[in-house]
């Protein structure tokens, strides 16, 4: 949880890291240890679309809480780095909402299977693609985060922004641990980076685009319980 005592007044306010604690809250309780795939009458498409969601869930608070802890351990540039992955698994989970709900409205049983399946398996490991097939291909990240930009109009330069702390260019490496110039051309450098506050921000924006995650994941998880109904009305009949 954000600590208020740890985040100065002009970062954010004490309302919105009361809104920010809740949402974290809120995203924690829906955890689970296990999950049971197959459901009684061996239908297991809504078990797993339940899989794939719990395994969001906690990517998505495995980073933003790595982000939180580790800017206190002065890593901050791996907190940009967490909090640009966040950016990456809303944007690919809102095009899974997408995507499932289209085919919920038209798809056979199987194909909603399929879907689901081959979603959970995706990859760019040119290796797997060839065992498992083209339909397992992951899309280009960019692709999603552009699609974000109806939520929020400024997603690509942020990322953008983020992306070049994450690669070995100069705002990862030179800009950002070179902290001072002192006469004589002696170079000061820090952990923290040259403006800690700003990497705290960051780290508050992007748990706040949680927010959207969750409000995917209502989405998506209202459709089960039809899921499941239609799985228990064209099983194959007993013989």
């Known amino acids: 949880m954000i600590e208020p005592d740890l985040i100065p007044g002009r970062v954010l306010s ?37 899989v794939f969601n719990q395994a969001h869930l906690r ?8 982000a939180y802890g580790l800017f206190f351990l002065q890593k901050g540039l791996v907190s940009l780095m967490a909090i640009r992955s966040i950016y990456e698994t809303v ?9 499932f ?5 038209g798809g056979s049983l ?7 399946k081959n979603r959970t398996h995706t990859t760019r490991i ?15 990240i960019l692709t999603h985060i552009a699609k974000l930009e109806k939520l929020r109009p400024t997603v690509k330069e942020e990322y953008d922004f983020l992306s070049d702390h994450t690669h070995p260019n100069g705002m990862g490496t030179v800009i ?15 952990d923290s980076g040259p403006d800690p506050e700003a990497d705290l ?23 089960l319980p039809a899921l499941s109904t239609r799985g228990e009305a064209e099983k194959p009949a007993k013989t």
């Open 14 to 50: 004490r309302q919105s890291i009361a809104d920010l604690n809740a949402l974290l809250a809120s995203l924690n309780a829906r955890k689970v240890e296990r999950i049971a795939v197959m459901e009684p009458n061996g239908f297991r498409a809504s078990g797993l679309v339940k």
């Open 59 to 66: 990517r998505n608070l495995v980073l933003a809480e790595s």
């Open 91 to 99: 944007a690919a989970y809102l095009a899974f909402e997408r995507e």
């Open 101 to 105: 709900t289209a085919i919920m409205e």
């Open 110 to 116: 199987q194909a909603i299977f399929e879907f689901v």
């Open 126 to 140: 040119p290796k797997l693609i060839s065992e498992h097939g083209a339909q397992v291909t992951a899309t280009n």
């Open 176 to 190: 950002y641990f070179r902290v001072e110039e002192e006469p004589g051309e002696v170079i000061v450098f820090s």
């Open 201 to 223: 921000q960051w780290i508050l924006v992007g748990i706040k685009l949680l927010e959207h995650f969750e409000a995917a994941l209502d989405r998506v998880e209202a459709l």
